[in-house]
């Protein structure tokens, strides 16, 4: 278990815009053997939700909001490539991306890691992704699941397009999509004919799982 002190500092790190520390506090917790995912689900994401409640209410703004997200991003990239990763081989082609018109990209990397350390063939393809270079992309690759990430209620339709397009083109049938992200939810994935939608990285894997037993 890993001791409330190290996780407060990291989380403070987070909620006073410094990246420097978040890295110090970061390399201190990796020293103390603490858990990378254990880290990420109780110091970096509570911090960041905190920053962009204050951001909502107007009590920061967008510059406050960006060091965050960098301390955020400084201390995800030293503590994503320690998730273990389990067995040996390789399982499907899952593309990962963030939808067209959306920037946020560090819940969509922590889905990736979890699903690489799940030995998944993960295509990460970024953010602000185009709609027909994603499914360009799952085709050329011969993927299995889609997972699209959307984090502002103007992307979410960018979701239901991944969709439509598909659909369009007659290759509805050969991905799974799976959805996630801030704005979204189960009402939202039945509403535009996703096969899932997932509230954090464990779903995205269990979901991917559950699609590539599919024949
Ligand atoms: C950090 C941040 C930023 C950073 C992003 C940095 C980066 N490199 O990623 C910066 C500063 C760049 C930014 C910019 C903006 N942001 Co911003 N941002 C945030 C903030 C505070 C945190 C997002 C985050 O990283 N959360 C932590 C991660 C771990 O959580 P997550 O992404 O939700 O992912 C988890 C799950 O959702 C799930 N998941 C995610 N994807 C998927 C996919 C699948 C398939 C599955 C199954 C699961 C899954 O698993 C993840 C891990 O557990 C949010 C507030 C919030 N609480 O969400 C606002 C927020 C999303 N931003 C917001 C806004 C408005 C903006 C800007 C428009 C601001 C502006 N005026 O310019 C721009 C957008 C630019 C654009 N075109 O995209 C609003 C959106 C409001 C709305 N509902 O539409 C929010 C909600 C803040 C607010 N409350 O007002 N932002």
Redesign the pocket.
């Known amino acids: 278990m890993t001791d409330q002190k190290i996780f407060n500092e990291l989380k403070n790190a987070v909620l006073s815009y410094d990246a420097d520390a978040a890295v110090k506090a970061t390399k201190s917790a990796i020293q103390a053997k603490a858990n990378p995912m254990e880290l990420i689900e109780k110091a970096l994401?509570p911090a960041?939700?905190k920053?962009?409640?204050k951001?909502?209410k107007m009590e920061i703004f967008?510059p406050d909001?960006?060091l965050a997200?960098d301390a955020?991003?400084a201390s995800t990239s030293l503590l994503l490539p320690l998730i273990p990763k389990g067995g040996k081989g390789v399982k499907a082609t899952v593309v990962v991306a963030t939808v067209q018109?959306?920037?946020?990209?560090?819940?969509?990397n922590?889905?990736a890691s979890m699903l690489m350390a799940r030995r998944f063939n993960v295509i990460d393809m970024g953010v602000d992704v185009k709609t027909s270079d994603l499914i360009e992309e799952a085709k050329k690759q011969k993927a299995k699941v889609i997972?699209?990430?959307a984090?502002?209620?103007?992307t979410l339709g960018s979701q239901k397009d991944i969709v439509d397009f598909l659909a369009s083109t007659g290759d509805r049938k050969k991905f799974a999509v799976?959805?996630?992200?801030?704005?979204t939810s189960q009402k939202w994935a039945d509403e535009i004919g996703a096969d899932g939608?997932?509230?954090?990285?464990n779903?995205?894997v269990r979901?991917t799982e559950k699609y590539d037993k599919r024949k």
């Open positions: 994401v960041i939700d920053v962009g409640d951001f909502e967008l909001l960006m997200a955020v991003k018109g959306d920037v946020h990209e560090i819940g969509k922590i889905v997972c699209a990430s984090l502002m209620s103007s799976l959805i996630g992200g801030g704005p939608w997932g509230k954090d990285a779903d995205a979901l």
